[in-house]
């Protein structure tokens, strides 16, 4: 599972292993019936990504800009992830009815995989 939330801004201030503990606490007192016995537990940092705002506050809702040909998104927590896909989808143009020749995509290279980060 990945945690965050409140739990995460608290974190920022703690060492790995108080987090982690702070962690468990966390989901023993939020499911009692669940047992802790057998997980293995982790950190890691990310850096925030999100829209500068006036007086660097946080903003509370997702951020769509368009920059060139491109649309820059943020939701700025999970839970806006649908607004933003809403915002997202009202800023692109309508779909073609022509159908689309995506035969040429079939000669591109694969990527591989990429390592999960708990791995």
Sequence with gaps: ??????????GVAMDAAELIRSAQQTVADLLPWL?????????????RAEPEMQGHLRPDTASLQS??????GWPSKLALAPQLSDLALAALPPPSQQPLDLSA???LPRPDIARALWD
């Design 1 to 10: 599972w990945y945690l965050g939330g409140l739990l995460a801004e608290n």
């Design 105 to 107: 995509l079939s000669s």
């Design 35 to 47: 047992s802790l016995k057998q997980p293995k537990w982790r950190t890691y940092r990310v850096n």
């Design 67 to 72: 920059q060139g040909n491109c649309l820059v």
